[in-house]
């Protein structure tokens, strides 16, 4: 029986606290408790002793900033999620507790941001922004930061890359779009109402949503679609082949065509793990398969993708894979 309860960290200064019984016998959900033969309490930190947490609004941009111990200046990462909204906070704290600078950017769904809540209200010149700002940050090394997006975070990603004035020095994408069929309000990437591609949503038996055909290349509007042509730098791109979200082997596949076209195939890494769904984050972080989504105007469940074991171990293998990444890509 699913809860669709998805485990998200909220306040990463405090440690997830588990405790952990060795139990005598076999016990089945259905048995009582049998007689505890041992037990002991663990904690999983996600900020290393004196990594240092900063809230930032500054010029509009709104999010956090994470800086590892020490002077720096430190290589960095632009953290970019996806539409569940919000500020989401753990990957950077992590980042930061490997070393890297790392600034977790909201862009829908935040109190500090301008309204309505469902739709993207900041364009171009707000990621642009988040980026300088990190640049430019007397702890960080200005040609040494990088981008990292999950979700519809990699369309954002892919499409800030694509700027003449912005020269990341990495790019790490995880089952996500090269475009949008979300109408866009003006040319800077503000959208209209999120809900314009419900034609493109699927139910299972239960009622669930999937979101995946809303980013098949071919549903994808031709004006939103990054053009790469111009890229640079390396991008890893990390899928799930059971992301039931995102179109994200025929994105991946999408991005690889276009670099092989521009003779830029040297750029392109992929990583691709059968059994794992869309949600692919730093490892031990709890899959949920399906969620909910969104309680008004409407319950709605969403489906993910993933099953438990392989999920698992595609988390923990990406994120040594990621980290490797970086290192190559942005250590001195």
Not at 29 to 37: D, M, N
Not at 64 to 76: I, N, Q, Y
Request: with cysteine; proline share 7%; aromatic share 10%.
């Amino acid at each position: 029986m699913w809860s669709f309860l998805q485990a998200e960290k909220k306040k990463v200064e405090t440690p997830y606290v588990m405790l952990m019984s060795l139990l005598k016998g076999h016990v089945s959900p259905s048995e009582r408790p049998s007689t505890e033969l041992a037990a002991v309490t663990a904690e999983r930190w996600y900020m290393a002793p004196g990594v240092r947490r900063i809230d930032i609004r500054q010029n509009g941009v709104v999010g956090t900033l994470f800086l590892p111990p020490g002077p720096g200046p430190f290589p960095a990462m632009l953290d970019l999620w996806g539409m569940g909204g919000g500020l989401v906070e753990y990957r950077s704290a992590l980042f930061a507790s490997r070393g890297y600078a790392s600034f977790s950017l909201a862009y829908i769904g935040h109190k500090d941001l301008p309204g309505p809540q469902h739709r993207i209200n900041v364009g171009d010149p707000y990621f642009k922004s988040a980026f300088q700002l990190l640049q430019d940050h007397p702890q960080v090394y200005r040609d040494s930061v990088g981008i990292i997006g999950l979700s519809f975070g990699v369309y954002l990603t892919l499409r800030l890359a694509n700027h003449s004035d912005i020269k990341p020095s990495c790019l790490i994408c995880i089952n996500g779009p090269a475009g949008s069929n979300i109408k866009l309000a003006d040319a800077d990437g503000r959208t209209e109402q999120m809900e314009n591609d419900q034609k493109y949503w699927t139910y299972d038996d239960q009622g669930n949503v999937s979101f995946r055909a809303v980013s098949l290349p071919a549903n994808l509007s031709p004006e939103s679609k990054v053009e790469l042509d111009h890229l640079t730098c390396p991008l890893m791109c990390i899928v799930g082949e059971d992301d039931l979200s995102a179109s994200s082997i025929e994105n991946a596949n999408l991005i690889e065509e276009t670099l092989s076209a521009a003779v830029k195939s040297q750029l392109f890494t992929r990583l691709s793990y059968p059994g794992a769904g869309h949600l692919i984050e730093p490892p031990y972080t709890p899959n949920s398969r399906a969620s909910l989504w969104s309680v008004k105007p409407q319950k709605l469940v969403t489906l993910w993708g993933g099953h438990l074991a392989l999920h698992a171990a595609a988390q923990e293998a990406s994120w040594k894979k990621i980290l490797e990444f970086m290192e190559t890509n942005l250590r001195h």
